[in-house]
């Protein structure tokens, strides 16, 4: 079974449209991310969140909203997309506290048209 | 600041070792990571260090870690055309519990 799991793997879309990418993990852990991978590779962390909390928000745009309904579950909402959101996002998790190793899902590709 | 450096490229023939460097700059950080991305792949972990160890050895890689220098290594040793991906260095930035990725090194192997 796939530890951490993201839907849809590739995802296509027209400018201006809103579209959610869902991101479930079964390692029991506490803490969920989201990353963002530029097309030069570049990984930049967006979003944190701790037993559905958040804990890190890193000045991304007030359009990409995160939503936890549950520690399993962290999912990323998109509004009005841009050219420049085409990337891959990958969801990831870890045990609680500070320390811990990350666990990657396999990444959504998102080409935004 | 929270930056994490490695050069972009390397290219090593087959069967000799690579060396992987990366800088970092947060100095309380507790754990050093490498992960690997293979093409269209998401981002695996190879191994990591706690920051009170200088090298920690495991099969075919092995990480340095110099504290004084914030500097920090992965040897693949006999290297082959799998390793060909994308190694990403990065830390534990502590005071914000996040990990920080350096930009990635590819790298590349010749026959």
């Known amino acids: 079974d796939t530890a951490v799991s993201q839907t849809p793997k590739y995802l296509v879309t027209q400018m201006g449209n809103d579209k959610s990418i869902k991101c479930e993990q079964n390692?029991?852990?506490?803490?969920m991310y989201w990353y963002k991978q530029d097309s030069k590779k570049f990984l930049k962390i967006m979003f944190s969140?701790?037993?559905?909390?958040?804990?890190i928000n890193e000045t991304v745009p007030n359009r990409f909203s995160p939503k936890s309904p549950d520690k399993a579950h962290l999912n990323l909402h998109i509004n009005s997309l841009e050219l420049g959101d085409s990337a891959v996002y990958f969801c990831?998790?870890?045990?609680?506290?500070?320390?811990?190793?990350?666990?990657f899902g396999e990444g959504s590709w998102l080409t935004v048209v | 600041g929270e930056d994490v450096e490695q050069s972009l490229f390397l290219s090593v023939r087959e069967g000799d070792s690579s060396v992987i460097n990366c800088t970092y700059t947060?100095?309380?950080?507790?754990?050093l990571y490498w992960y690997k991305q293979e093409p269209g792949a998401g981002l695996q972990l190879l191994t990591y260090?706690?920051?009170?160890?200088d090298m920690k050895q495991d099969q075919r890689l092995t990480v340095l870690l110099n504290k004084k220098d914030k500097h920090l290594s992965l040897r693949i040793a006999d290297t082959q055309t799998g390793d060909s991906a994308i190694y990403f260095c990065?830390?534990?930035?502590?005071?914000?519990?996040?990990?920080?990725f350096g930009s990635g090194t590819r790298l590349s192997i010749r026959p």
């Open positions: 990831a998790s870890s045990p609680q506290g500070t320390g811990n190793t990350i666990y």
């Open positions: 390692l029991g852990h506490d803490t």
């Open positions: 969140y701790n037993n559905k909390e958040l804990i």
């Open positions: 947060d100095s309380s950080s507790t754990y």
């Open positions: 260090i706690f920051s009170n160890m």
């Open positions: 990065a830390e534990m930035y502590s005071s914000a519990s996040k990990i920080i």
